[in-house]
């Protein structure tokens, strides 16, 4: 087997592949008019707060939305002066309760380094599927560790 370089003829070699198939089998991302649509830069960020406390609490936030398969990714972070205290939990439950309840979303998904103890506890308590494991992925002064990928679809959501 030989291996190249792509030159600009290979690249019009490999764009008339995708015209045998449907680009629909080849990617989960939108598709319109047979071409892939951009990922979009859209993000919503939710601030929470306590009563009786001036500054907010957790900071929760959607992104890359997926319109096909009706997906997001979040991250969320507490204010480190009231980590463990149960505002993670709080926070969580509030913010997927209301993408469930006002969106037409049927997944929501996270990433987390393993080194992240108590976000893999917080996802787990709340029953997040593990998908995937990115292997050695997150680098962390001059260690690398691995990401998990974790999910949950709205009805097992809502089952809980």
Not at 107 to 113: D, G, S
Request: glycine share 4%; aromatic share 14%.
């Amino acid at each position: 087997m030989i291996l190249e370089l792509a030159t600009a003829e290979h690249m019009r070699i490999f764009t008339s592949w995708r015209k045998s198939d449907r680009l629909e089998e080849q990617t989960c991302r939108p598709v319109y008019r047979g071409q892939r649509v951009p990922t979009s830069n859209e993000y919503v960020v939710l601030a929470f707060f306590i009563e009786e406390i001036d500054e907010p609490v957790g900071k929760f936030t959607y992104f890359d939305f997926n319109s096909r398969n009706q997906s997001a990714e979040f991250g969320y972070t507490v204010n480190p002066k009231f980590r463990n205290c149960g505002i993670g939990t709080s926070m969580l439950v509030a913010a997927i309760n209301r993408l469930f309840s006002t969106t037409n979303l049927n997944k929501l998904y996270c990433q987390t380094a393993a080194f992240n103890i108590p976000s893999i506890k917080l996802i787990e308590k709340l029953h997040f599927h593990r998908d995937g494991v990115l292997r050695e992925h997150h680098e962390l002064d001059g260690k690398l560790w691995d990401d998990y990928i974790y999910s949950i679809l709205r009805r097992e959501w809502l089952k809980q």
